[in-house]
């Protein structure tokens, strides 16, 4: 299995903005859905943003018209976008690739990155 690796969280100031990557240790452009969860303390990990191999992507209603998920195939890496970045944005954020499409507990996650926004 491709192995992932998330970078790019910190603390930032509500509205304000950051840019996630995530690794993979393999050529990606063949998976067919990658993407990314997040889970705050106390709640269920959650999906964010998922893309196709085709470039497609599907976001929560709750980061719609903020979040941003793209992949470059060249670099074998995805991106999350975050804009306008919200308190209740915090979370660590996780990437998974599903190779298959047989759902993200069937493919690889990273080990994840936490996102601190402050109020």
């Known amino acids: 299995q491709v192995q992932l690796v998330e970078s790019g969280g910190g603390l930032v100031q509500a509205g304000g903005s950051l840019r996630l990557s995530c690794a993979a240790s393999?050529?990606?452009?063949?998976?067919?859905?990658m993407g990314w969860y997040r889970q705050a303390p106390g709640k269920q990990r959650e999906l964010v943003a998922r893309?196709?191999?085709?470039?497609?992507?599907n976001y929560a209603d709750s980061v719609k018209g903020r979040f941003t998920c793209s992949r470059d195939n060249a670099k074998n890496t995805m991106y999350l976008q975050m804009n306008s970045l919200k308190p209740e944005d915090t979370a660590v954020y996780y990437c998974?690739?599903?190779?298959?499409?047989?759902?993200?507990?069937?493919?690889?996650w990273g080990q994840g990155t936490q996102v601190t926004v402050s109020s």
């Open positions: 998974y690739a599903d190779p298959r499409g047989l759902g993200p507990n069937f493919g690889s």
């Open positions: 393999g050529n990606i452009f063949r998976i067919n859905f």
């Open positions: 893309i196709t191999s085709g470039g497609t992507t």
